[in-house]
């Protein structure tokens, strides 16, 4: 492929600070899904193909209660800068323009480091592959922010197969490669492999290399549009021609089985807004079955490449002293409605380049299993994800495939990894006053296994509001709507409303809401 040609001769610097640092600083392999529910993968529960995932997850640990923002663009805010989205301008979506400078201007600020500016300072090689989404424009981004090097999507979402086809055919995609922007062939692209190969090119280049290094992987899958591979799709045709409520079921078991969740965890009702499989039409459930048969090979596609990845890194001889962590940005996405976008001329299948298709509301309500509710909401179909966590130097053997109910949040991320790393969270980046880390260290709990309290962990999104305290969650799902409490402990899919049978424990965390709102600029 003339593409793979083009990354072959790239240059890959490898910024090495002045300070020497200890040679046990572990490498870092932080990969990213898009979109993805609770119980796609197989080890979280899902019947797709994820071997290379799930291989991570028995040689290492698995979260159940990790938690990120509920949308794109404020989870990998978080992620990146160990604060909360409103603090570093990305409480919403960063667009092609940007809006005044606050806590929604669409770009990060200059209040926040990335992870890849600490790890740089720390003498960390940084680099980056795939979607960024945390501004459009430059100098805002990935390697104005710290990364050595960049290859991907600076946009939100894209035809995986050519970046100028779009639904809205104005709408202009941004790719980058380094601090240029990359018009990627028309023929013999796909944006998961191609991801995947940049990525398998930085680590060529580290192969040899005594400096550490952090590479963040960042899939756009299996984010709408639903464009996958045929041989890739062909492994799930007629799978899921039973239905999503059969399919919530089987993952609900699943989960249960593998201790995700306990015996006591019901599984939520059946979203108001979805249809019973066996309501519809012979031709809908034929084609939605072949929807989520291509959702799934979106899924599978990015497993193989996480399975390459896995493979060069083990080639490489680094692969015992690499912290390799794997999560999504939120839970699987409602949007295009019960049966999703249809944007394609009559007689093109789903999953071609010509066609512009999600997967719905219905589906993703089986994505979510067994929680309530979706990506941009903050019920815990939103913002839960799986968290698993491989490191063989740091992690003992026979902790290999634990399962923890430690609770996180993905600002944990930059001071765990710092931790890890030992990396200075500085006061000052480059003359400026930094705002101070907002996450915790879950280092101790990843290397001992043992569960820590973790302070309390709030979310503003869309006029929703939530805070949640040790095993109890308040949530209000709309700008005048009343404030829920909810025992996670006890109802994990928020199916008893204990608001009016505990108002002390419901003011409480409200005033600790509202607190908060002042502290990151809500207004």
């Known amino acids: ?47 797709i193909r994820t071997p290379n995932i799930d291989r991570l997850s028995r040689e290492g640990i698995r979260f159940t209660r990790f938690y990120n923002n509920a949308w794109c663009s404020p989870t990998r805010a978080s992620l990146l800068t160990g604060l909360y989205p409103q603090q570093v301008g990305m409480a919403g979506l960063a667009w092609p323009k940007t809006g005044p400078a606050g806590p929604e201007q669409g770009y990060l600020n200059d209040r926040c480091v990335t992870l890849a500016e600490v790890l740089k300072e720390a003498g960390y090689y940084t680099a980056m592959s795939g979607k960024w989404h945390l501004g459009e424009h430059r100098p805002y981004w990935p390697t ?59 680590l060529s280049a580290q192969k040899n290399a005594a400096t550490p290094f952090f590479l963040y992987v960042a899939y756009t899958a299996p984010h709408w549009p639903l464009h996958a591979l045929p041989e890739d799709i062909a492994r799930y045709e007629g799978k899921y021609e039973s239905g999503w409520d059969s399919l919530r079921i089987q993952r609900y078991r699943r989960l249960r089985e593998l201790g995700i969740i306990s015996d006591a965890t019901p599984l939520s009702p059946r979203d108001s807004g979805v249809t019973a499989w066996s309501d519809l039409p012979a031709k809908t459930r034929k084609e939605m079955a072949h929807k989520m048969a291509v959702y799934a090979a979106q899924v599978d596609r990015m497993d193989q490449g996480i399975g390459q990845i896995l493979d060069q890194l083990d080639a490489s001889g680094k692969a015992e002293n690499t912290i390799v962590i794997f999560l999504a940005d939120n839970g699987g996405c409602a949007e295009g409605g019960p049966q999703g976008l249809d944007h394609r001329k009559n007689g093109i299948p789903p999953g071609g380049e010509d066609s512009y298709m999600s997967y719905g509301q ?154 908060w709102a002042q502290h990151v600029g809500i207004r």
């Not at 399962?403 to 200075?424: F, K, S, W």
């Open 1 to 47: 492929m003339r593409w793979i040609a083009l990354l072959a001769i790239v240059s890959l610097s490898c910024g090495v600070s002045a300070e020497k640092k200890p040679a046990e600083q572990p490498n870092i392999l932080l990969i990213m899904a898009d979109d993805m529910g609770f119980s796609d993968i197989g080890c979280y529960g899902g019947e």
């Open 144 to 202: 104005d922010r710290g990364f050595d090097n960049y290859f991907g999507l600076i946009s939100g979402a894209v035809n995986y197969f050519d970046i100028t086809k779009d639904k809205t055919p104005a709408t202009v995609r941004t790719m980058a490669l380094n601090d240029q922007r990359y018009y990627p062939p028309k023929e013999g692209f796909y944006m998961t492999d191609a991801i995947t190969t940049y990525a398998g090119k930085i």
């Open 362 to 515: 219905s589906w993703a309500n089986a994505s979510n299993t067994p929680f309530r509710q979706f990506k941009k909401d903050l019920l815990e179909g939103g913002i839960s994800t799986p968290l698993i966590v491989r490191w063989p130097r740091g992690i003992r053997p026979e902790r290999y495939g634990q399962v923890m109910e430690q609770m996180g949040h993905v600002t944990d991320i930059m001071p765990t990894l710092c931790a890890a790393a030992g990396a200075r969270y500085p006061t000052q980046y480059k003359g400026r006053e930094v705002l101070p880390v907002e996450g915790e260290n879950l280092l101790p709990a990843i290397a001992k296994g043992t569960v820590q309290p973790h302070q309390p962990v709030c979310w503003s999104l869309n006029d929703e509001r939530a805070v949640i305290t040790g095993k109890h969650k308040l949530i209000s799902a709309g700008k005048n709507a009343p404030w829920e409490l909810y025992d996670l402990e006890k109802d994990r899919t928020e199916s008893n409303d204990r608001a009016a049978s505990s108002p002390l424990q419901a003011k409480d965390m409200q005033q600790h809401w509202e607190n």
